[in-house]
């Protein structure tokens, strides 16, 4: 798949200040208000947000956030990057083969966050047919990390029902640490209120759909 190259696609160098945005990095985020302490990720609260912490079965490993609000998800997940170039262009070219193999569809439109898949997710209906779900690939490039998201529901369709979740990404601070880590690497999450020396194992790094697992909920 043939994709339009887009400066939000490098690792952008721009200070805060100039680039005026996020997500951030934990070493230039501004104060914006209280988020919940995920380990790798912080995420921004807003009222009425349902937070759930998706968690591997094999191997107990928190492998995402996900945010509900309003009859939509963001699902986010923060990986590892190469310190002098980003990933998101190649991530989403992986996305859409891997979302047609499955017998779905991908476009790579641009949005708020520089280009984005919109892609229909093949899904089994409860009459057992063959059915597609709407969702919308996002992605981050930042200093040694990529912040990925996904948006379903009537936000996958919706600039205004989804207006609320893009804010929330692009509020969200990225805790990557200094110690070295292949590209593509999960960055660790834990549980709102795990004590932080507490570090789940390592994780696959994998950017395919994660399955979903037990869950925690927390109501703010």
Do not use: C, Y
Not at 1 to 9: E, I, L
Not at 87 to 98: G, K, N, P, T, V
Request: hydrophobic letters at 40%.
């Amino acid at each position: 798949m043939t994709t339009a190259p887009d400066a939000s696609s490098e690792v952008d160098d721009a200070s805060p200040a100039e680039r005026g945005r996020g997500p951030w990095d934990a070493a230039e985020a501004p104060e914006s208000g209280p988020r919940v302490d995920l380990g790798a990720i912080l995420l921004p609260g807003v009222p009425g947000m349902e937070l759930r912490m998706e968690i591997d079965k094999s191997t107990s490993v928190v492998s995402a956030a996900q945010v509900n609000l309003d009859g939509s998800s963001l699902q986010v997940q923060a990986f590892a990057a190469p310190r002098t170039e980003g990933i998101w262009d190649e991530i989403r070219e992986e996305i859409a083969e891997s979302v047609t193999k499955q017998g779905g569809s991908a476009d790579d439109l641009p949005g708020p966050f520089g280009r984005e898949l919109l892609a229909r997710l093949p899904v089994r209906t409860a009459e057992g047919r063959t059915g597609h779900r709407p969702a919308r690939f996002i992605g981050w490039d930042g200093p040694r990390w990529f912040l990925r998201g996904v948006l379903t529901g009537k936000a996958a369709v919706d600039p205004e029902a989804a207006q609320t979740l893009e804010q929330v990404f692009a509020d969200i601070v990225v805790v990557r640490g200094d110690e070295a880590r292949p590209p593509r690497d999960l960055l660790a999450l834990r549980l709102p209120g795990q004590d932080q020396n507490v570090v789940p194992g390592p994780a696959a790094p994998k950017f395919e759909p994660p399955t979903r697992g037990p869950e925690i909920t927390e109501i703010r």
